[in-house]
Structures are given as C-alpha cells and as structure tokens.
C-alpha cells in the first residue's frame, strides 16, 4: 500500500477561516483535528481538537484545573464564546509546526513511521511541484491502523 492508495479527501480550513466554524467542523464530523492550509492552499499546520477545547477553557482555569469546579453550569455553557472573533490562525499554537507530509509513493510503513514520529492524528499526501505543493488528501492515525490490521488479518469478524 502507498500513500496515494490510503489517502482519502478530508475537511481542511484556512487561517483565515472563522475559528467557531472550524470547532462546529471538528464536532459535526468527530474529527481529530484539522488540516490548516496557507493563503496558497499548501499544507500549513495541524489544528487538534484538543488545542479548541484547550481556546475555550479560560487561562486561569488550565492553571489551576480545581478551579473548574467552582465555574457554574452557566457560565460553562458560553465557554464558546471565547471562539468568537477568532480565526483559525488565532487559534495555531505559538509552537506549531508544519504538519508531516507523506510523499504520494511511500509505504504503510513509511507513513506509520511519520506519524509516530511525529505523534500526530494525521498526515498529509502531497506532491511537491514547481508551483508549489500540491494536496491529494489525508491519512488518518484511525484509517492507518485499520488498513494495517486488515492487511495483516488482525480485523475481528464482524
């Protein structure tokens, strides 16, 4: 199997995108993150989920997490609230980093390897032209182990 073969069409948003839209895009479709895309449509950043939900727990809540006990059903309620006015781009963590980009011919275990490198949820398949790179589609952490367990007859019977 090559990375072509395993890639599949996946939600992607630019930086510029409305960051309530994303969020509302990672929960209708349970995704685990999303690939960000440049102004040139080019692989940018992997945007987690748990880096949304992470936007929507205010600052003195992560540092002190015995604090969420105290925050009231209603003010709880418009935790996305903080996602107003936001852009995809506003919610990229400072340490972000380019997400991992498979090339169209590298293996299953190619693509693995990436991936556990890197520990991300996905990985994108490109093409690297002269006019820039070229997006075929996204390998899942979840489509990965399924190909691999049903190559190596590991799937349970349904």
Known sequence: MRARDLAVGYETV???NDAMDAAR????HKLPGLLVLDERGEPKAILPASQM???LVPSYVVEDPTLAAVVDEKHADRLCQALSGRSVGDCLSSKA?????AHPDDTALE???LMAQVRSP???VAEKAKDGTHLLG???ASHLL???LGAAGAMSPK
């Open 14 to 16: 630019s930086v510029d």
């Open 138 to 140: 996204v390998i899942t």
């Open 25 to 28: 895009l990672m929960a209708e």
């Open 111 to 113: 693509v693995a390897a």
């Open 97 to 101: 980093t380019p997400p991992p980009i």
């Open 146 to 148: 399924h190909e691999l």
């Open 53 to 55: 939900i992470k936007m």
């Open 122 to 124: 996905l990985v994108a």
